[in-house]
């Protein structure tokens, strides 16, 4: 089954504890990306990569760190949490172009 | 600057009945349009495009369309059915360039159908 899988889904920690979202695809798509989810915010793009080793941030990028050194991974990585992270995430991929995008099941995460 | 709006954060309707959702946007550079629709607990999943060159786009019972000079595109739904409730996203694309595209969304309108 084509699918974009991220794990954990549910993840609480504490203020500064670097942690990582795993993000993989199944479909050999070039483009994947990461977002958030807040209240009367909608989704918001924090990085995303056109390419394997090529990276960019998105429209709120701070306080995260991505790689793609395969074609099917993409994690997100906090290397120092903070409350204000606190969101539901979602990984997407595409084959890029203007072909739709499949978003993962998201994760919720909380710092506390 | 949001580039995509979405200025109705719900919108109820009966079952049966139009839905219409609403989308307006600043940039004349969006090659492309797209809704998803997000249920809780699940990540958005597409639901029906436009390219910026047409007006128009059907699929069964979506339809999307563009007005260009108003910057405004609409999302109808007819006939509403219980299972559309749901939030919806609006998103743009724009070319961002070595044939990749950059996606923005609106902040998304909640739709509730009431049997």
């Known amino acids: 089954e084509a699918q974009v899988t991220q794990n954990p889904r549910y993840l609480i920690t504490v203020t500064g504890k670097k942690l990582t979202v795993t993000c993989s695809q199944n479909m050999n798509h070039e483009y994947m990306s990461w977002y958030r989810q807040d209240p009367g915010l909608g989704l918001r793009q924090i990085y995303y990569s056109m390419n394997v080793e090529v990276t960019d941030k998105g429209d709120v990028p701070e306080g995260y760190k991505v790689s793609r050194k395969e074609k099917r991974n993409f994690p997100l990585i906090l290397e120092s949490p903070s409350p204000n992270q606190t969101s539901l995430y979602f990984c997407?991929?595409?084959?890029?172009?203007?072909?739709?995008?499949?978003f993962g099941s998201g994760t919720r995460l909380t710092v506390v | 600057d949001q580039q995509v709006k979405q200025n109705s954060p719900s919108l109820s309707v009966q079952e049966g009945r139009i839905s219409i959702l609403n989308c307006d946007y600043t940039n004349s550079m969006f090659d492309y349009f797209l809704w998803y629709k997000k249920y809780p607990a699940e990540g958005p999943t597409f639901l029906i495009s436009?390219?910026?060159?047409?007006d128009k786009n059907e699929d069964g019972r979506f339809t999307v369309f563009l007005n260009k000079s108003a910057k405004h595109l609409s999302l109808h739904i007819v006939p509403s059915q219980p299972g559309d409730s749901a939030v919806y996203f609006c998103g743009g694309l724009i070319y961002s360039g070595a044939g990749s595209y950059q996606l923005t969304f609106g902040k998304g309108t909640k739709l509730s159908v009431i049997p």
């Open positions: 436009i390219s910026s060159i047409k």
């Open positions: 997407a991929s595409s084959f890029g172009g203007t072909y739709g995008y499949t």
